[in-house]
């Protein structure tokens, strides 16, 4: 992977004016005091000017030249530019935050049932994983909306911190309530960085070059995917599971110190209070939404007490979310986000495809090792298909988003394969061809590349300045909800169709199921365990797997058509910013340099 730019230098936008101009196709600002004292660089309307394809100066970027209702201070002094060195160091620390956010998550997958066998708790399986995206889930809006208040620096330290202390308590846990626990905070932190990254990408990058950019965070993502099973397979098969958990720690702290070094946007003094009462709502309406996902039609039927009260919940609060924001000085989700016709949209279109996405890659190392016979280490290998999709197509679609100024295409093309490759592993059997699943997942992992990042880049492309980091981290938002409801309920799929299946299938080979222990869903031990047992129970316990595999994708696919529908009512607004045209200018201006 090549670094992202070639040249030296790079400009500082000062321009208060066009900090105060909408970032989309909305009415135009109003007439602003202080903009009119500041020398301003000519842009079409753009919050964040374009600078050349590899140096592009920090956000002109003060939200404090923006002020919400709430700002009664604003930094008066010019940020400072950037060197071209600069840049570079910011976008690899900002790749590696999102690398270790990923790997968190894609890491347990090969690695879960080594942990279920050492710890117990075949039932909270679902919940190693669940737990982490409920939390990223939750904590990103306040992660971003924070950030937007308070500057996304300290924000993004806080964030580094929370993950590296998370993840070490994982590595040391003693049982599943531990773990499940540690995983929780290690998600709090992965939001953090999620959000965070992609908010700061913009605030330094205008939107026509961040589709270049936003290849490499893409990219990251993708690498994460398939570095994820390999590591966590070395690892469950070398020094034990725990190491799945302290790989990332180096990593973020890197991460810390070069930001901490290199990234030096613009202080912010604000007096204002953080909506926590919507906070507080909001949670506890996503989080309602979440446990009935996870729990209804396993722990308790989906008509029980239990279910009625956590859907009264999760619609209650969302009513009162309603009413609380727009009673709220400093919304967490302000209203007039949901007045935007493409946050709408491609919300709807991210949640989706989390709830496809998240849902088809956590077991596909469980269908290599429980139905396959494949070792963690080998899993993780023969994911590597879906890896090269996602990197080679993320980061050549995001040079020719920058090239085009257009970004639609892509995401309508990578639903489209999305779709096929979902698919296609709808048809995964014990005696599929390994060359067949393998293209499988080439298909699938293109059609993500096409579409995650894109999405993110068309919501801060009609975003106002003011609410860039909530923008930005709703559409996360979006996506890890998606995924946190598609894990538990094919989580709740896969359980239940195991449950049903196995002992029918045993029938069919003569062999009386026992009511309880035996081969039922919660008592179907390691990949190894499973591998030793005698036939025909190894053959049923498989076969089983891939009948409930088979049931999550189908459910998957008219998901994926959503998506794809949902950005195509999109209207495609071009992107902003000739990086070259306005670094030139700058220059011209004499402010490209500190």
């Known amino acids: 992977m090549s670094a992202p730019g070639s040249h030296t230098s790079v400009t500082s936008p000062t321009s208060r004016s066009t900090d105060r101009q909408p970032a989309g196709p909305v009415p135009s600002p109003r007439p602003n005091s202080r903009a009119e ?5 000519p842009a079409p309307a753009s919050p964040v000017p374009a600078a050349a394809p590899s140096a ?19 930094t008066t002094s010019s940020p400072p530019a950037f060197t071209h060195k600069e840049i570079l160091e910011i976008v690899w620390a900002l790749v590696l ?17 080594t942990i279920v066998g050492d710890l117990g708790g075949q039932d909270q399986l679902a919940w190693v994983a669940s737990a982490t995206l409920l939390t990223t889930t939750v904590s990103t809006p306040l992660w971003g909306k924070i950030s937007d208040l308070y500057g996304r620096k300290p924000l ?11 993840s070490a308590l994982a590595g040391l846990s003693q049982s599943m309530g531990e773990m499940i626990a540690a995983r929780a905070g290690q998600g709090i932190g992965a939001g953090g960085l999620m959000a965070l990254s992609q908010a700061i990408m913009a605030d330094i990058v205008s939107p026509r070059e961040r589709g270049r950019y936003s290849g490499y965070l893409g990219a990251s993502f993708g690498v994460a995917t398939v570095a994820g099973p390999l590591i966590g397979g070395f690892l469950v098969d070398g020094p034990g599971w725990r190491w799945c958990f302290y790989v990332g720690i180096p990593i973020a702290v890197l991460a810390s110190v070069v930001l901490q070094k290199t990234l030096h946007l613009p202080r912010e003094r604000r007096r204002t209070r953080i909506d926590w009462l919507g906070a507080t709502v909001i949670t506890g309406s996503v989080t309602s939404l979440l446990l009935l996902a996870s729990l209804g039609g396993k722990e308790f039927g989906w008509v029980s007490g239990w279910s009625l009260l956590l859907a009264a919940l999760a619609l209650g609060g969302l009513v009162a979310a309603v009413l609380v924001e727009r009673g709220a000085a400093e919304p967490i989700l302000p209203p007039r986000l949901f007045r935007n016709p493409t946050f709408n949209l491609t919300g709807t279109a991210a949640f989706f495809t989390g709830f496809a996405m998240f849902g088809a890659m956590i077991y596909l190392p469980q ?26 197509v993320s980061v050549l679609s995001g040079r020719a988003i920058t090239r085009w100024g257009r970004w639609k295409v892509f995401p309508l093309v990578g639903l489209t394969l999305v779709g096929v490759g979902t698919g296609l592993l709808a048809t995964l059997r014990v005696d599929t061809p390994m060359v067949a699943v393998c293209g499988y997942m080439l298909v699938f992992g293109a059609g993500l590349g096409f579409t995650m990042q894109v999405l993110i880049l068309a919501v801060q492309n009609t975003s106002e300045r003011r609410d860039l980091g909530i923008a930005t981290s709703a559409s996360t938002f979006f996506r890890s909800m998606g995924g946190a409801v598609g894990v538990a309920v094919f989580g709740a799929v ?25 081969a039922s869903a919660p008592h179907l031990g390691t990949p190894a365990e499973i591998a030793r047992l005698s036939e025909p129970l190894r053959s049923v316990v498989r076969e089983g797997f891939t009948l409930g595999l088979d049931r999550i994708y ?41």
């Open 554 to 594: 189908l459910m998957a696919l008219p998901l994926v058509v959503l998506a794809f529908l949902a950005v195509l009512a999109v209207r495609e607004v071009p992107l902003r910013g000739r990086g070259p045209e306005v670094a030139q200018e700058a220059t011209a201006r004499g402010r490209h340099r500190r």
């Open 494 to 518: 896969l359980s239940s169709r195991l449950t049903s299946a196995i002992p029918a299938l045993l029938a069919e080979h003569g062999v009386r199921a026992r009511p309880s222990g035996g």
């Open 37 to 41: 004292s500041a020398p301003s660089v």
């Open 97 to 113: 935050c999102l690398f270790v956010s990923s790997l968190s998550g894609t890491v347990v997958g090969t690695a879960l049932p």
């Open 156 to 166: 993004m330290q806080v964030a580094i911190a929370v993950f590296v202390v998370t």
């Open 367 to 392: 269908y290599l090792q429980v139905v396959r016979g494949q070792s963690p280490t080998a899993s993780g290998l023969l994911t590597f298909p879906l890896v090269v999709g996602m990197l080679s």
């Open 56 to 74: 592009v100066g920090p956000a002109a970027v003060s939200s404090a030249a923006e002020p919400g209702p709430a700002a009664t201070a604003a």
